[in-house]
C-alpha cells in the first residue's frame, strides 16, 4: 500500500457551512456533525465495491458511541452504477446491508457539476492512501480512462476529517473499511 502525505487540511467556515441534503430531502451541513470523526464517502449500489456498504455499516455501529459517524454520499459518476432514486437508494440499503448511517442526496463528485463539498474535501487532500495505481490500472484493462488526482477515483472512496474539523485522511476506493490502515487513522482521531 502506498502512503501518500497526509496534510490535515482544515474544514473551513465556508466548508462547514456548505449546504447539504439528506437523502430524504432535509438539509444538512458538515457544521452539523462538529465534533466528531467523519468518514465521507461516495456510495452506489451496483458497484463491485458495493459490498462495502456492509463493511462501512459494522464500522459505524462499532465506533458512533466513540464519535464517529460515517456519511454516505451516493453518486453516478462512475459507470452509471447509481441510477436509483433516493426511495431505492434507501431501500437497498436497508435491505441488503442493514444500513443506519445517514445518506445524503445524490450529486457528482467529479467534473463540472461536482458539488461543493466534494470540491472542498478533494482540494484540501488531493492524493489518496492505498492501492490507487493498482485500481487505475484495472480500470485501462476494462477500456477505462481513470481519473487522476486530485479527483475521486471511483465509488467508495473515502476522505477521514478530524474532530476538529481537518481532513486528516484519503483512502482509495479499493481500501476496506476493516483495513487497518484505516481503521488505524479513525482511531487515533477518535482519542483526541
Not at 6 to 17: F, G, K, R, V, Y
Request: charged share 20%; net charge negative.
Amino acid at each position: 500500500m502506498t502512503n501518500a502525505p497526509i496534510t490535515n487540511a482544515p474544514i473551513t467556515d465556508a466548508l462547514a457551512s456548505i449546504p447539504l441534503t439528506r437523502i430524504d430531502g432535509s438539509p444538512d451541513s458538515l457544521a452539523n456533525h462538529a465534533g466528531k470523526v467523519l468518514l465521507v464517502v461516495n456510495v452506489a449500489s451496483k458497484c463491485g465495491l458495493t459490498p462495502q456498504y456492509e463493511g462501512l455499516e459494522k464500522l459505524y455501529n462499532a465506533k458512533k458511541d466513540e464519535g464517529l459517524e460515517v456519511l454516505g454520499f451516493p453518486a453516478n459518476d462512475f459507470g452509471a452504477q447509481e441510477p436509483g432514486t433516493p426511495d431505492e437508494i434507501v431501500e437497498f440499503c436497508k435491505v441488503n446491508y442493514g444500513v443506519t448511517f445517514p445518506l445524503f442526496a445524490k450529486a457528482d463528485v467529479t467534473g463540472p457539476a461536482q458539488q461543493p463539498l466534494y470540491a472542498a474535501l478533494t482540494a484540501a487532500q488531493p492524493s489518496k492512501q492505498g492501492p490507487a495505481e493498482e485500481f487505475r490500472e484495472r480500470l485501462r484493462g476494462y477500456g477505462m480512462t481513470p481519473t487522476s488526482d486530485p479527483d475521486v477515483l471511483w465509488n467508495f472512496e473515502k476522505f477521514l476529517v478530524g474532530r476538529d474539523g481537518s481532513v486528516v485522511g484519503r483512502f482509495a476506493p479499493g481500501v476496506a473499511p476493516d483495513d487497518a490502515a484505516l481503521v488505524g487513522a479513525i482511531e487515533a482521531e477518535l482519542a483526541k
